[in-house]
Nanobody, 121 residues
Framework: QVPLVESGGGLVQAGGSLRLSCAASGSIFSINAMGWYRQAPGKQRDMVAVTTSGGNTNYADSVKGRFTISSDNAKNTVYLQMNSLKPEDTAVYYC???????????????WGQGTQVTVSS
């Protein structure tokens, strides 16, 4: 079972928008946190935005005011609305989730397959 399936990446011009989606499949007992990370060539994977079950959100300074993370708990899905995209946003974006798959089961960290976001000048 692959818990996280991402979609929504693509090629967009600077100033444009994209909306990434990440759906957690299978039987999800609870979600502790879901978020988005990105990795550009030659760089480490960095946090972009994270939301917790308590409603807290955290954003990287570089995306504050431009990106918005949201979730649909009924669908076990997290979204990343990306506006005013810049070439510097070009990276592979990975969905991340800390999930509990059943009562009595431990929480595990899962990663999506990654989706390429390319922003042209």
């Amino acid at each position: 079972q692959v818990p996280l399936v991402e979609s929504g990446g693509g090629l967009v011009q600077a100033g444009g928008s994209l909306r990434l989606s990440c759906a957690a499949s299978g039987s999800i007992f609870s979600i502790n946190a879901m978020g988005w990370y990105r990795q550009a060539p030659g760089k480490q994977r960095d946090m972009v935005a994270v939301t917790t079950s308590g409603g807290n959100t955290n954003y990287a300074d570089s995306v504050k005011g431009r990106f918005t993370i949201s979730s649909d708990n009924a669908k076990n899905t997290v979204y990343l609305q990306m506006n005013s995209l810049k070439p510097e946003d070009t990276a592979v974006y990975y969905c991340n989730a800390v999930l509990n798959m059943g009562l009595g089961k431990p929480y595990y960290t899962y990663w999506g397959q990654g989706t390429q976001v390319t922003v042209s000048s």
